[in-house]
């Protein structure tokens, strides 16, 4: 690979001028450099030469954009070590090769001029020639352009058509703390080699970052270039300890921005407000909402046992179906209803502020008692029971045991449950899939299926297992097969091969 010490001596000069075109001549002082071996592997790459120290010029190889950007786009090195942000300090002047047209042709010509002109965010790549108030200057990219014959051919007859001088200039650009990008500089001040904070939860407002360790004493400079660098982020929060198991939420420090956590989120056509300090929301759940939303009929019946301010349930209210939600948190049972308001889906929603197990045992095994009834025959609805609560939902199935009393209904007619969980275990479909039949007391492998959902931390999944509530389970006095339940299964069970390629594709993402 070509050594940058190297590139940088063949830099462009800090002036505007022309480039000469070069003409090797018997007379000429050319010094070959030792890259005969690379050159004879890259049979695209041009010679690098070496004229005398008046005309000077070096055709460099293409090498990738973001190691290219690196480069010469990177802040300064003096940024280095920056626990207060300094804008200032990040002024750098790099020189970048540029084309002189006439301005009345630069809207045919850019549409030429894709492969040759500069592609970097946030820099104009056609501005006014400081030379001529009649002309422009179009930014090219400073890795493949160097002379005319840089261009390629149709390019030059592009050029030739619109009578356009293809020589080629040079422009000092002043780079400043507004055109670099969040993760250049923050790679730039962090320590050399550690990793970089560059995404965040988006949440109204607010950015929730969860900063490691070695991350910590840059927190506020990290927190300031976030909403720097993201409009209509004002806030940015670091969560600084685990999700309380009981109310889901966490403690969390301001890093930068305004104390405000009152905010308003768009998720799935739905509007949600809360106050994040004192609830639980995950803006990466939003596909796994529109998942079971989608699995519902109208005219269902969906329990969410740990419904938060929502998410689950107005969906499903908007698409008909008869709703119970719950949450035990005080705050998340005021931002639900206030929520179900304001979506108007207040009528649809009876909402309930209940222990999980409380609300199981009590509202569903009361309207249970009525969905599976003597009548339930008749019935052509489906019932789905949600159980969002990665952390300890498992645990919470056990309130399922001997719930209801009667003569059991069809086993078509049990509902169905949906229930969250975390795992560790080098399979983790069969981790939960074990985990919850041993609560229950019976074997789930043959009549659950297990989706992931997302991947949370290295070597860490949140899985959704979902079955129908074996019959031998809810209802008393009935004699418990452990290896098996009646009962058709839902869907395909799926297989450690399926479950292994969704792990790589959510850990890609």
Known sequence: MVRWSLLKQFAFSRRLL?????????????????????????????????????????????????????????????VRGMTELDRTAFKKTVTIPV??????????????????????????????????????????????????????????????QLNVNPQISKYNLDLTY??????????????????????????????????????????????????????GITSAVNKINNIDNTYRNFEMEVLSGEENMMTKVREN????????????WNPRLSTEHSRITEL??????????????GPF???????????????????????LLHNCKLNKVDQKVKVFNLDGRDFLQGPVRE???????????????????VMNLPAKAIEFLSAFKALLEGQPCGSELLPIVHCYSFSKDANPAKDVQQRAATVL????????????????????????????????????????????HEGPPLKRQRTDKDFEENTQIASAT
């Open 367 to 385: 309207e249970l008692m009525q969905q599976l009834g003597p009548l339930s025959k008749e019935r052509k609805h489906s019932v789905h029971i």
């Open 18 to 78: 022309k480039v000469e075109s070069c003409r090797i001549t018997e007379s000429a002082s050319l010094i070959l450099l030792p890259w005969a071996s690379l050159i004879q592997k890259l049979n695209r790459v041009p010679v690098i030469f070496l004229l005398d120290q008046r005309k000077r010029f070096s055709t460099m190889p293409e090498i990738e954009t973001n190691h290219r950007d690196s480069e010469l786009f990177s802040p300064p090195s003096e």
């Open 99 to 160: 084309l002189k047209v006439r301005k009345e042709v630069v809207n045919k010509l850019m549409r030429s001029l894709k492969r040759a002109a500069l592609q970097r965010p946030g820099i104009k790549r056609v501005i006014e020639d400081p030379e001529d108030g009649e002309g422009r200057l179009i930014m090219l990219d400073p890795y493949k352009m160097f002379t005319v014959d840089s261009f390629e051919k149709e390019e030059l007859s592009i050029l030739k």
């Open 269 to 280: 056509n739905y509007t949600y407000e809360f106050d994040f300090s004192k609830v639980y």
């Open 441 to 484: 007391g019976i074997s789930l492998e043959a009549y659950s299926s297990v989706h992931l959902v997302r991947n949370v931390a290295p070597n860490k999944e949140m899985l959704c297992i979902t079955f129908r509530i074996p019959a031998a389970i809810l209802y008393k006095n009935q004699t418990v097969n452990r290896d098996n």
């Open 178 to 231: 507004e055109n670099f990008k969040s993760e250049e500089i923050l790679r730039a001040v962090l320590p050399e080699g550690q990793d970089v904070t560059s995404g965040f939860s988006r949440v109204g407002h607010i950015a929730h970052l969860n900063l490691r360790d070695h991350q910590l004493p840059y927190k506020h400079l990290i927190g300031q270039v976030m909403i720097d660098k993201n409009p």
């Open 296 to 309: 519902l009929k109208p005219g269902d019946v969906l329990f969410d046992v740990f419904a938060g301010v």
């Open 313 to 335: 349930a107005i969906p499903a209210a908007k698409k008909k179906c008869t709703v119970f939600a719950n949450d035990l948190n005080p705050e998340s049972h005021k931002w």
